[in-house]
C-alpha cells in the first residue's frame, strides 16, 4: 500500500538533487548493524538509586553525585517541553534503561587492552582508532568506507554508556591539552570540571537537560590551554548499540585565551523497531580571543520507511563567549534520527565576540526536524550570522526555529540571518519560525528567507557579462553555498559533498 | 508521579471570573480558573504575557448615557456606532448599505483566550450587509463610555459578490481604564473587493484586544490595515482563511508604541486553497521604555499549490529602552509554492539624518521626516484622499507627541 501514497514531485527540482536526497533515505541507512558484545547494562526505570548507581560505575567524587541528585530532584518536578513543532507518543521515563557498557571495558589503558569486537565495530563504522598506523602512515588504516575520519583526527569512541578509547591522548598531552572521557576528567582534573560544567547550560535549563545532568554517562572533555592552538581535529564518535537503552552524554570544551579548536561530532545507532532516546548536553567555553570550531554530522538511525524506530534525538547544545573578541562556530549537517530537537547556541557575553551558525538539514521518511539555534547578544559590538538550510522529502516535517536577541547593554550588536528550505515531494512540510527581539536602538538585525533577495548589482554584473538570469541567480547562490560548506572541516567535506551541489531551484523561504 | 501545580489566579483573573460567572457562562469561567491567562508559555501569547500585564479589571459596562467626542472624524463617513456594546441608530443607510443586528458574536469558534471571552461577554452584534459599490466609506465607531468598564463588541460584514466597498473601525471612548474586546468577522464575496482599517485610539489608560476574522472567497481582494494609536496595552488579532482560488489580500499594519506601552500585532494567514496570494507588510515604531511585538504566520495547506505569499516585518527604534519583538513565521505543507518572509530592526539611519542636518533642518523635524518617509508606504495605497487624510492625522499626532 505505501506505493499508492508515494509522494509526487514537481517538475521543476533539478533530478540531481533529488537523487542526491534519496540517496540519504531512511532505507538506505548503513550503519544500522548491531555488535554483539556482552554488556552490563542498569535494570529500567530512573530513580535516586540508579543516578547513585551511575556515580558509583564512573567512581565519581561525592559532589559530583550531589550534583546529580540535586539535578534528579529538579527533574521530577518539571514538565516535558510542548512547543516544538514535532509529535511523538508520550515517552516512559521509567521503560528506559540508563547505564549500559560493554563487560570488557574496564579500563583499558592502550588500545592493545581494548575488545577486539569494540575495535571490529568502529573499524566497520570506518573510525579510526589505530594510532599507530595512523601516525606511521599505513594506507588503508582509515578503513574503507568512505567517512569524515581520515588524516590526523584524535578521536574519542564512545560506545553506549562508556568511552572505549581515545586516542592521540600523550600527544596533545605535549601541548598541554587535556582530551579525555569526561569521566576521566571529573576524577582527574575535578578543578576544571568544577568550575566551567553547568556554567554554560545550568542544571536547572530544560527537561532534558536536567535530565542529562542527573545520569549523563560519557563523552568528551577537552580543555586547550592559554595560546595553543590544537595541532590536530579533536573528534568524539558516538555510538548506541545496547536494546532500550538511553544515551546521555555531555561534552564539555574549553577554550583559554587566545587557542583555538576544531571539534568533530559523529554518531550512528542500529536500526531497532522501538524508538530510543538521546539526550546530550553540550557546554563550550571560549576565554579572550579564543576560538572553538565544532561541527556535527548526526546520522542517528532515522527510523524504517513508515516511520517505525529510530533515535529521538533531543540535545541541548550551547557556546558561551566569555571572553572579549571570541569567537564559537556550530556547524551542522542533519541527517538522521527519527526527532531532532536541537538548537546550539551562542552567549555573546565577551564584547566583540562573534557567534556563527552553519546548518544543512535533510528530513526524509517519517523524520521530524525542528532545529535552529540561539543568539544572545550581551556584550558591545557583538555580531552572528546564521545560515540555515532545510530540505524536506518524503513524509517529513523540517522545522527551522532560531532566536536572534540584543540585550539592552549589547550596543552595536548585529545579525543576519538567512533560512532557506526546499520541499521535495507534495507530502512534507517545511516551516520556519524565527524570534527577533531587539532590545536596544543600535543592533542592527536583518532576517530573511528569500533567494530573490540577491543582490540587483550582482544580477546585473553577471547578466551584462552575457549570463543568463538563471545562470546568474546559480552562480551567486553556489558562490553562497560553497562559502557555508567551507566552514565545514577538511575531513567532514566527503560526507557533505554529496550535498553540496543541491540546486535550490523551487525554494521557499 | 509528577504534580501539576494549582494556578496562582490574580486578581484580574479573579475578577473576570466572577463576571463570567454572573452571565452564567460557567464553562468560561471554569476554563480560565484551571489555566489561567495565557502566559508566555502559550506559544500565541509568548511576547503578551496576559496574566502578568493585565493587572485589573474593570466592572461589566452599563449601557451608555453620554457620548464623548468622536476620536477621529472622516469626512463624508456614512457613521454606525457601538457603545459599550450596544449597537446604536443609525440615520439612514447609504444606497448598497443594509444594516441589522442580531445576539451574540459574531467570530467563529476558535481556540484563543479573547475569542472566547468575546464570546461569552458580547450581547449584540451590528451586521453589515453591502452590496454593490458603495461610494462613501462606512464608519464603525466603537466607544467605551462612563466610568472604567470591561466591555465586549461584535460586528459582522458580509461583503457581496462583485460588492466593493471601505471600511474604517475606531475604538475610543472616555478617559477610564476600559478594558475593551472588539470583534469584527468579515467575509468578501466572489470577486469582491473590500479596504478594512481598524484604527485604536483608545484611552491611554485603556486595555484593547481585538479580533477580526477575514474569509476571503474566489477572485475577492482585500487589503486590511490595522493601527495602533491608543491604550496603554492593546493585542489586535487578525485571522484570515483563503476559501477561495484566485483571491489577494494585502495585510498591513502600524504598531506605534509609546513609553510605558505594550503592544502586539498578530497575524495569522491560511491559505487554504490553491492559487492564492498574499501580502504582509507591518511596521513597528517604538520610542520610549515601551515594548512592540509583532507575530505573524502564514500557513500553506497540503494542496494549495501557487500560493504566493510574502511577510515583512521593519521595525524602528527611536530609543534605547525600546524593544521591538517579532517572529514571522512560515508553515507550509505545499510543494510548489513561493514564500518569503522577512524582518530588519533597527534605529534611524545615521547618513540620512546627517544629510538632512547638513542642509539646516534641525534634529527633530529630520526625525520626523524620515519616520514620515518610513510609514508612507502603508498609507499611500489607501484610496480615498480624505481617509488617507484622516490617517496621517493619526500618525502626524503620534510623531508630534515628541521624538527624541
Request: charged share 25%; aromatic share 8%; proline share 4%.
Amino acid at each position: 500500500m505505501a506505493m499508492l501514497d508515494t509522494p509526487t514531485l514537481k517538475e521543476n527540482i533539478d533530478q540531481e538533487t533529488v537523487d542526491k536526497v534519496r540517496a540519504l533515505d531512511v532505507d538506505k541507512y548503513k550503519y544500522g548493524f548491531e555488535t554483539l558484545i556482552e554488556s552490563d547494562v542498569a535494570p529500567k526505570g530512573l530513580n535516586e538509586d540508579i543516578v547513585r548507581m551511575i556515580s558509583a560505575k564512573k567512581e565519581e567524587p561525592e559532589w559530583m553525585l550531589e550534583w546529580r541528585l540535586e539535578a534528579f530532584r529538579r527533574w521530577q518536578t518539571m514538565e516535558e517541553p510542548s512547543w516544538a513543532k514535532v509529535s511523538y507518543p508520550k515517552i516512559d521515563f521509567q521503560e528506559i534503561s540508563y547505564y549500559a557498557a560493554p563487560k570488557t571495558t574496564a579500563g583499558p589503558k592502550s588500545l592493545a587492552e581494548v575488545d577486539p569486537e569494540l575495535l571490529a565495530t568502529y573499524e566497520k563504522l570506518g573510525i579510526p582508532l589505530k594510532e599507530q598506523e595512523i601516525l606511521a602512515g599505513v594506507e588503508g588504516a582509515t578503513g574503507e568506507t568512505a567517512t569524515p575520519y581520515g588524516g590526523n583526527v584524535a578521536v574519542d569512541a564512545v560506545f553506549d554508556s562508556v568511552s572505549v578509547v581515545t586516542t592521540f591522548r600523550e600527544e596533545l598531552a605535549k601541548h598541554g591539552i587535556i582530551f579525555c572521557s569526561i569521566s576521566e576528567a571529573v576524577r582527574e582534573h575535578p578543578e576544571l570540571v568544577k568550575k566551567y560544567l553547568g556554567s554554560v547550560v545550568p542544571v536547572t535549563d530544560n527537561y532534558y537537560a536536567t535530565l542529562n545532568s542527573a545520569v549523563f554517562t560519557d563523552g568528551s572533555f577537552v580543555f586547550i590551554p592559554k595560546g595553543v592552538r590544537c595541532p590536530m581535529e579533536l573528534s568524539t564518535y558516538f555510538r548506541i548499540n545496547e536494546k532500550n537503552t538511553g544515551q546521555f552524554e555531555r561534552t564539555l570544551i574549553i577554550a583559554e585565551e587566545e587557542s583555538y579548536v576544531s571539534y568533530l561530532e559523529g554518531c550512528t545507532a542500529p536500526m531497532r523497531d522501538e524508538n530510543q532516546l538521546h539526550a546530550a548536553v553540550v557546554e563550550l567555553v571560549a576565554l579572550d580571543d579564543a576560538e572553538i570550531k565544532y561541527s556535527t554530522v548526526q546520522n542517528w538511525y532515522p527510523g524504517d520507511k513508515n516511520g517505525k524506530g529510530g533515535i529521538y534525538n533531543f540535545v541541548t547544545k550551547r557556546g558561551d563567549c566569555r571572553g572579549h573578541r571570541s569567537k564559537i562556530s556550530w556547524t551542522q549537517v542533519e541527517t538522521g534520527s527519527a526527532i531532532t530537537w536541537k538548537y546550539p547556541s551562542c552567549i555573546l557575553r565577551g564584547d566583540e565576540s562573534r557567534g556563527e551558525f552553519y546548518s544543512i538539514a535533510i528530513s526524509n521518511g517519517h523524520q521530524q526536524i525542528d532545529s535552529g539555534t540561539k543568539m544572545r547578544h550581551l556584550g558591545k559590538n557583538t555580531t552572528s550570522r546564521i545560515i540555515s538550510k532545510g530540505i524536506a522529502a518524503g513524509f517529513s516535517d523540517n522545522t527551522y526555529r532560531g532566536l536572534v536577541s540584543a540585550h539592552a547593554k549589547a550596543k552595536g550588536a548585529r545579525n543576519f540571518t538567512q533560512c532557506d528550505s526546499l520541499l521535495i515531494g507534495d507530502k512534507c512540510g517545511a516551516h520556519t519560525v524565527p524570534y527577533i527581539e531587539s532590545h536596544n536602538s543600535s543592533a542592527v538585525f536583518e532576517h530573511e528567507a528569500t533567494t530573490s533577495k540577491i543582490s540587483d548589482d550582482q544580477m546585473f554584473y553577471c547578466q551584462q557579462r552575457g549570463l543568463s538570469e538563471e545562470e546568474a541567480v546559480a552562480l551567486i547562490v553556489n558562490g553562497f553555498v560553497r562559502d557555508v560548506l567551507q566552514q565545514l572541516p577538511m575531513e567532514f567535506m566527503v560526507e557533505t559533498q554529496k550535498l553540496i551541489s543541491i540546486s535550490l531551484e523551487g525554494s521557499v523561504g | 508521579m509528577r504534580q501539576t501545580m494549582p494556578v496562582r489566579l490574580s486578581t484580574a483573573e479573579e475578577t473576570l471570573i466572577e463576571q463570567l460567572k454572573s452571565l452564567g457562562n460557567e464553562a468560561e469561567a471554569e476554563r480560565i480558573s484551571v489555566a489561567g491567562l495565557p502566559t508566555r508559555r502559550v506559544e500565541s501569547y509568548h511576547y503578551t504575557d496576559l496574566k502578568t500585564l493585565l493587572k485589573a479589571m474593570p466592572p461589566l459596562a452599563a449601557p451608555a448615557n453620554e457620548a464623548s467626542a468622536p476620536a477621529l472624524r472622516v469626512p463624508g463617513a456614512y457613521q454606525l456606532m457601538i457603545a459599550n456594546g450596544a449597537v446604536q441608530s443609525a440615520g439612514t443607510a447609504p444606497a448598497g448599505v443594509i444594516v441589522e443586528t442580531s445576539e451574540g458574536t459574531s467570530l467563529s469558534t476558535r481556540d484563543d483566550v479573547l475569542v472566547h471571552l468575546n464570546g461569552a461577554m458580547a450581547k449584540q452584534s451590528l451586521n453589515l450587509t453591502l452590496e454593490g459599490t458603495v461610494d462613501c466609506p462606512l464608519q464603525i465607531d466603537r466607544r467605551i463610555e462612563g466610568a472604567a468598564a470591561h466591555s465586549a463588541s461584535s460586528a459582522r460584514v458580509f461583503v457581496a459578490d462583485n460588492a466593493k466597498a471601505t471600511i474604517i473601525e475606531t475604538c475610543s471612548g472616555s478617559k477610564a481604564a476600559h478594558v475593551g474586546n472588539h470583534a469584527s468577522y468579515v467575509s468578501l464575496g466572489k470577486n469582491a473587493t473590500l479596504t478594512h482599517i481598524t484604527v485604536d485610539l483608545s484611552a491611554e489608560e485603556a486595555t484593547h484586544f481585538s479580533t477580526t476574522e477575514y474569509e476571503l472567497a474566489e477572485g475577492s481582494k482585500l487589503r486590511s490595515l490595522v493601527i495602533h494609536a491608543g491604550a496603554d496595552l492593546a493585542r489586535s488579532q487578525v485571522f484570515a482563511r483563503f476559501a477561495g482560488e484566485g483571491a489577494h489580500a494585502d495585510f498591513t499594519g502600524l504598531n506605534m508604541v509609546d513609553d510605558g506601552q505594550h503592544r502586539d500585532i498578530t497575524l495569522d494567514v491560511h491559505h487554504a486553497v490553491p492559487n492564492t496570494t498574499s501580502k504582509e507588510t507591518f511596521k513597528q515604531i517604538a520610542r520610549g521604555r515601551s515594548k512592540a511585538v509583532f507575530q505573524g504566520r502564514i500557513v500553506v495547506a497540503r494542496d494549495a499549490q501557487k500560493v504566493d505569499g510574502k511577510m515583512m516585518m521593519q521595525g524602528l527604534m527611536l530609543s534605547d529602552e525600546a524593544q521591538i519583538l517579532s517572529k514571522p513565521e512560515l508553515e507550509i505543507y505545499a510543494d510548489d509554492v513561493v514564500c518569503g518572509h522577512g524582518s530588519t530592526c533597527g534605529h534611524i539611519d545615521e547618513v540620512s539624518m546627517f544629510y538632512l542636518m547638513s542642509r539646516g533642518i534641525p534634529k527633530a523635524e529630520a526625525q520626523v521626516m524620515l519616520v514620515r518617509g518610513f510609514l508612507e508606504e502603508l498609507i499611500e495605497p489607501i484610496e480615498g484622499d480624505e481617509l488617507r487624510e484622516a490617517l496621517n492625522g493619526v500618525i502626524e499626532g503620534w510623531l508630534q507627541g515628541g521624538i527624541q
